[in-house]
């Protein structure tokens, strides 16, 4: 059987009807990574043995009639989400043996809905970074074109899901980390608003943009993870107390009075113009369905990637102040305590980390403050501003995800400044709390994915997931998957 | 905006690395680079906007002040570079 070619809803359907067990698709699911793992390099470690062991639970529940919407359905986790006893490394030398003694508690509700999980996925160290490229154990491939980048910083669990590694992923988003990668591997991505999904076990990259999302091989399967994922947690203090919808329920084929909203300052000189057009005909295809939509304008889009690399830097260099070799991770030797902590973390952290320790301690130094941090976080309420008008008028805002396909392998690695520029369209998102998803709109002439953004007020996903579910039902995009 | 060797000497410091000659001539560049591009904020106009330092509404959280469960000793300790006994060791900071 090739069962690792389907979704969360197809699996279900068959777990239900008898036809397959949760180990089938386990097993399957490994030969899968047995035989393109080793060319996309997706996982940082494969948690096979425990796997199947999971399957079996998972088939007595289900012969006990206990069939949760992910009972048996093997998911893969960024590796900068803790698993209680399961080793999670960011992706940094400096964690590189470190094994949380506790579940995030997005874990603690995948196992209560029966998840099966495959293993941990690579990323860009400590989620710094745009193509996968800065983690410590080597670069993950794109799935598509080996010699290409996935994106970043979830590069590795939008790889999984793309070579049908896993079935879905969970990713972390702090300036497009789930979207990015999502459109350059052709898969669906969901940032959820701030606050919807806990961050309590997270490793803390700037705390106030951090958010978990699924990423997934269609939309009703964004809707599924979403529905097991979200809700108020207390051991978040930033976790909001809303309603929760079942977000299955806005799976509906239906956009008729849905008002969309392009903005001007995301079709600008340097966008790649097969992205632009593959964009701008998705939007035609909604408003034949009944869509209408506006040019519409978010005015601070331009000073969007400043404001992050200040407020982002800045929160950084104080959450990743904990690496000091002591209480958990790496430690160097040195003369003293002051040079074991430097030698530990001059050891222990890549050149990108350092590069945003470095920024953001700098952005927050005497003298400096009012001039970067705080002017920083003025312009974030400008910005966010622009998208509390925008949705007076206009349900969704669409753009493209990327401005440019997947690049090639080390295309960017000698410029910060040229890879910050590839999230030019997603990092407004993060400084303005709002939910945002990238669907596969199209193929490049060269068969690379491209991405569609589709953006909501706060606490909207469902009007996304209505927006989205519309456009996939309409098209054959989410069906196609990389010849690898 | 220049930063200057001695700046990037500065901020590692505050920053608890240490760096390579190499990486303080790259970060030279590099930070200069990239601040000068976030001076680009300095022509929007920000007088009298509020900073933001969280999109959604929050209050000082608190919760009761009852016991409650707390993660394992053994397990928390075994992730600990170097230790004795139930405590955290780190090099000498008192001759």
Redesign the interface.
Known sequence: MELYKLTIHELHEKIKNKEITAKDIASDVFKRIDSVENKVKAYLSVARDEALKQAEDADKEIKAGKVNPLTGIPIAIKDNICIDGVKTTCASKILE???P??DASVITKLKASGYILTGKTNMDEFAMGSSTENSAFGATRNPYDLERVPGGSSGGSAAAVSADECIAALGSDTGGSIRQPAALCGVVGMKPT??RVSRYGLVAFAS?LDQIGPITKDVTDCAIMMNAISGYD?CD??S?DVALPDFTKSLIKDVKGLKIGIPDEYFIEGIDPEIEKSVLDAVKLLEGLGAKSERIKLP?T??A???Y??LATSEA?SNL?RY????????AK?K????????T??KG?G?EV??R???G??AL?AGYYEA?Y?????????I?RDFDEAFKKVDVIITPTSPTPAFKIGEKTAD??QM?LSDIFTISVN???VPAASIPSGFTKGNLPIGLQIIAK?FDEETIIRAAYTFEQSTEMHKKRPAI | MNITKKDVEHIALLSRLKLTEEEKETFVKQLSGILTHVEKLNEVNTNGIEPTSHVIKMQNVMRGDAVTGSLPVEKVLANAPDRTEEFFRVPKIIE
């Open positions: 043996n470190f094994i003694p506790y701030y606050g106030s207390k203090s930033t909001a601070h331009g000073y990637i400043a404001t690399y200040i260099s102040a000091d070799g002591v209480k958990y991770g790496f430690r040195g003293d305590l002051i040079d074991m902590y430097m030698e973390r001059a952290f050149s350092k590069r320790i470095m920024l301690t700098y130094s970067f705080k002017k920083g976080q003025q312009v974030r309420t400008l966010k910060p400044l910050y400084l303005a709390g706060p």
